[in-house]
């Protein structure tokens, strides 16, 4: 393991145009990413957790270049993704690939697994027909698949074994990082344990390191040894899974861990959420408004990431939990 | 298969009249009855006859074999026209929906500059400023193609670039001409074969319109529109001169239309998602 951050990801900043309220008038701007900035270092895996709406697959889309920012910067070993020329970056692609969330709709429904799994080879474009064969069948081998498999259509699988074919896709040219945004929310219970620990079996031993992506503190704790809160737009807190886990600093991963079911202990009733009003004034805690602890302060200063209870925890709050 | 199943009635009657369409215009290169341009002035308008099938006309020439050659003209100027239509119109569609911005709105502006022209009128227009002929009238109608076709395009392919594979597809490193070529084309060809049959029946529908004012195909060439005019003169006479050709245009924009319709039917991605 090296000291160099795998993946780099400072102060980005993302926001997307709302249509026009009237003709003629401006578009409304609606923030995304607020400042995100953090490292995910090889062999680590990393989880974001927040509700819809907190910017996580814009984080998603921007960490692979597949969407750029207002401003803020990504590096994936060092090298700047958004200075790169397009030729290079293509060749970047081969050490991130992405899962997505939605089996169904991530899989050419045209198109046999084979072209399907082979797509990022096709991509660098230096692979034989023969060795092309060969490396789809290891990858479909390495996630459960059959190699025969690669002759069938997507349609012919059920919605955990396309994951699998999603996930064959993006380990067949031995990435460095796969970008894995909401990867078993859409699958059942049973089946999304199965494609959890078929992810932490290839962190171990393909050397992936995942950029997990999902609004399960669970499904989060399960794979990932560093996690982070966000909260429109903003990281609220970023620490060790476990420490977190166990005592959130931050009231919002609080409620995140009081959301997730668990049989230890009784489940605790979560402050009342209301739908989120926006923010009391600008300059206030994003979060103040839904906070069950909110004190003055917090509606008009916003508070930064800062140091809690060492271990290398953050939270952006006046009056941490822990 | 279950595709024809799903068209139904439609899709047999236009498939069979469409075949029998293009068997009338192939069997027109080896074989008519007479010569389609010979004239025999002595046998003019002749009544229905095992000699002549369907009569002469008011020159003496056979109504059975025009109407055979016609079917070449009304084929040729069908197939080219939503040729120039689709390699036109695909090509702009796409370079519209995968660059957006700027580029993607004058080419839609360009296109509504176009639609907003009646295609007959544009396509009187042109062949009156560049000579008439069945060359001129196939640019002008093919002309009038491009927008549709390009705007169906651009539509349709949005579509297929908001899904996720496609998105995929960028992530794994793939460039534009990929995508286009791997997933947007086809994943859109059923809605473009649909349109570009309904747009081979409005194709025959002009090239009778512009040779029936004289702008299109020309003598001696069979034409069904041609021959629609030349009945003019003897409507009173012969009447059945102008009902033959007329029925000609009839069934085969009718079969053309409803194979589109029960191509639909048949290829309609919504019918057959995740069957």
Same mark, same amino acid.
Request: proline fraction near 11%.
């Given at each position: 393991m090296s000291d160099a951050p795998l993946l780099e990801v400072v102060d980005l900043v993302k926001a997307y145009r709302l249509p026009r309220p009237r003709p003629f008038a401006p578009h409304p701007l609606r923030a995304a990413l607020a400042g995100v900035s953090f490292s995910v270092f090889a062999g680590r895996s990393f989880g974001i957790v927040g509700e819809s709406g907190s910017g996580k697959s814009t984080l998603a889309r921007i960490a692979l270049a597949l969407d750029s920012p207002d401003s803020g910067l990504v590096r994936l070993e060092g090298r700047s993704l958004f200075d790169l020329s397009r030729g290079e970056l293509r060749a970047m692609r081969a050490h991130m690939q992405l899962i997505f969330q939605d089996p169904y709709g991530s899989l050419d429904p045209r198109m046999r697994v084979e072209a399907i799994v082979a797509e990022p080879l096709a991509a660098l474009g230096r692979a034989s027909r023969a060795e092309r064969r060969a490396r789809v069948a290891e990858s479909l081998e390495a996630v459960g698949l059959r190699a025969s498999d690669a002759a069938k259509y997507p349609h012919e699988f059920s919605g955990g074994q396309r994951q699998r074919v999603a996930i064959a896709r993006a380990l067949i040219t031995r990435p460095k990082l796969v970008v894995a945004d909401e990867p078993v929310s859409a699958l059942d219970v049973s089946v999304q344990a199965q494609a959890l620990n078929l992810m932490s079996d290839l962190e171990r031993e393909a050397g992936v390191t995942f950029l997990l992506i999902s609004h399960d503190l669970a499904v989060v704790a399960h794979l990932c040894e560093t996690t982070a809160g966000m909260f429109r737009g903003k990281i609220v807190e970023i620490g060790p899974t476990a420490a977190l886990f166990a005592a959130p600093a931050h009231p919002y991963a609080r409620e995140l861990v009081d959301a997730t079911p668990r049989?230890?202990?009784?489940?605790?009733?979560?402050?009342?959420?209301?739908?989120?009003?926006?923010?009391?004034?600008?300059?206030?805690?994003?979060?103040?408004?839904?906070?069950?602890?909110?004190?003055?302060?917090?509606?008009?200063?916003?508070?930064?990431?800062?140091?809690?209870?060492?271990?290398?925890?953050?939270?952006?709050?006046?009056?941490?939990?822990? | 298969m279950s595709g024809f199943a799903r068209g139904g009635f439609s899709l047999w009657l236009g498939a069979t009249l469409a075949a029998a369409l293009l068997m009338i215009a192939a069997l027109s290169f080896v074989w008519t009855p007479y010569p389609p341009a010979a004239i025999d002035i002595p046998h003019k308008l002749a009544q229905p006859s095992l000699a002549h099938w369907f009569g002469t006309d008011s020159l003496g020439r056979d109504v059975a074999s025009q109407l055979i050659a016609g079917a070449? $003209?009304? %084929?040729?100027?069908?197939? =080219?026209?939503?040729?120039?239509? !689709?390699?036109?119109?695909? +090509?702009?569609?796409?370079? &519209?929906?995968?660059?957006?911005?700027?580029?993607?709105d004058s080419i839609m502006k360009a296109c509504d500059f176009v639609f907003a022209f009646p295609a007959l009128l544009s396509a009187i227009m042109l062949t009156s400023t560049f000579g008439p002929g069945v060359v001129n009238a196939? $640019?002008? %109608?093919?002309?009038?193609? =491009?927008?549709?076709?390009?705007? !169906?395009?651009?539509?349709? +392919?949005?579509?297929?670039? &908001?899904?996720?594979?496609?998105?995929?597809?960028?992530?794994?490193?793939?460039?534009?001409?990929?995508?286009?070529?791997?997933?947007?084309?086809?994943n859109i060809l059923p809605a473009l074969i649909v349109q570009a049959t309904i747009q081979f029946a409005i194709a025959i529908l002009a090239e009778a319109a512009l040779s029936y004012l004289g702008?299109?195909?020309?003598?001696?060439?069979?034409?069904?529109?041609?021959?629609?005019?030349d009945a003019q003169n003897v409507l009173y006479n012969a009447p059945r001169l102008a009902i033959y050709p007329g029925a000609a245009i009839a069934l085969s924009v009718l079969g053309l239309n409803l194979l589109g319709d029960g191509l639909r039917d048949a290829l309609d991605p919504r019918l057959r998602a995740r069957s």
């Open positions: 049989l230890d202990r009784a489940p605790r009733s979560a402050p009342p959420t209301k739908p989120a009003p926006p923010p009391a004034s600008a300059a206030g805690c994003p979060y103040a408004p839904r906070c069950a602890w909110a004190a003055p302060r917090c509606l008009k200063e916003a508070p930064a990431l800062t140091e809690v209870a060492g271990q290398g925890r953050r939270a952006a709050c006046w009056f941490p939990l822990v | 070449r $003209v009304s %084929i040729l100027v069908g197939v =080219v026209a939503v040729g120039i239509g !689709l390699v036109f119109g695909v +090509a702009l569609g796409l370079v &519209a929906a995968f660059r957006k911005g700027v580029v993607e196939i $640019v002008a %109608i093919g002309a009038a193609n =491009v927008p549709i076709i390009a705007k !169906l395009t651009r539509a349709t +392919a949005n579509s297929v670039l &908001a899904r996720e594979y496609a998105l995929a597809a960028r992530a794994a490193g793939r460039g534009p001409l990929a995508i286009a070529a791997d997933h947007v084309l086809p702008l299109g195909a020309q003598p001696p060439q069979p034409s069904w529109g041609r021959m629609l005019s």
